[in-house]
């Protein structure tokens, strides 16, 4: 399996500056990659609680339409975030968009970080599908602090991680301890990408991206500056990691969710939620 990170920098509330970004990486993706993976909020940025009602997109929107196009015409697959609007309702949103059949999996942040709660509202339910014969689940950014978050899509049979991240320094350390254990502890690949550079409210975003194999070995990090990385994951080791034990048959203590499947679509919606 060929994936590529797109560690770059985007700009808050300039959609126009970060689509033309990312239809140039789209562009300029090796011809063998099936995955391309680029940060939180990527194509919107992050909004505020005064803007977000003119800078957030519906999934049918504009900027999607043109990645699933672009997608399409290079024949990968491609992760990426954006600030949602679902009838006037604001999401955190990772999209998985296929050249075939465009958006197969979207997810909205069920973490939301404090400075974000004001301009979105948490989503309800952890999803994963099918791509490339691997089960994927999507999580965003403060979610895997939350050792829960990948237990859940664990429960739902995650084998490939795809995390969009939007993590500022200096935080950036926890980020690379979570997203190690979020692997190990469900035997899964885990795939982690971060925006650098600097947002113009000051924070500097920390980089770090990374890949870890199913048991948890990191197998590549980026550093602060911008990044394309580009790798084989070798899929043989999920079976080769749930040896002898496989945590999930193990695992006493379920995490509550009402189960629902529908096709390849598997997802847990979250009961209660506060």
């Known amino acids: 399996m060929n994936v590529e990170l797109a560690q770059i920098t985007g700009r808050d509330g300039d959609t126009a500056y970060n689509l033309a970004r990312a239809l140039g990486v789209i562009e300029t993706c090796a011809s063998e990659t099936q995955l391309l993976v680029l940060p939180e909020t990527y194509l919107t940025g992050f909004p505020t609680k005064a803007n ?7 999934l049918d929107g504009p900027s999607l339409k043109a990645i699933c196009q672009a997608a399409k015409k290079k024949g990968l697959s491609v992760a990426v975030g954006l600030a949602e609007n679902d009838g006037g309702r604001f999401y955190n949103t990772t999209v998985l968009i296929t050249p075939d059949q465009g958006i197969v999996l979207h997810y909205r942040k069920t973490h939301l970080w404090s400075g974000e709660r004001d301009v979105f509202e948490p989503g309800d339910r952890m999803v994963t599908g099918m791509w490339n014969g691997l089960r994927v689940g999507l999580l965003i950014c403060y979610d895997i602090e939350f050792p829960e978050t990948a237990r859940a899509l664990g429960q739902l ?29 469900n035997q899964a690949f885990a795939i982690m990408v971060n925006r650098v550079g600097p947002s113009d409210d000051g924070l500097v975003f920390a980089g770090g991206s990374a890949v870890v194999n199913p048991f948890g070995d990191l197998l590549v990090e980026a550093g602060r500056e911008e990044a394309r990385i580009r790798m084989s994951l070798d899929t043989s080791l999920l079976a080769k990691a749930r040896i002898p034990y496989i945590y999930g048959n193990d695992q006493r203590m379920r995490l509550n969710g009402q189960l629902r499947e529908d096709g390849e679509r598997r997802e847990l919606i979250i009961t209660k939620y506060q």
Request: proline share 8%; glycine share 8%.
């Open 52 to 58: 977000v009602a003119q800078i957030a997109e519906p």
């Open 157 to 185: 049979g995650v084998e490939l991680l795809i995390v969009t991240n939007g993590n500022f320094d200096p935080y950036g350390p926890n980020h690379r301890t979570c997203i190690m254990a979020r692997a190990l502890e």
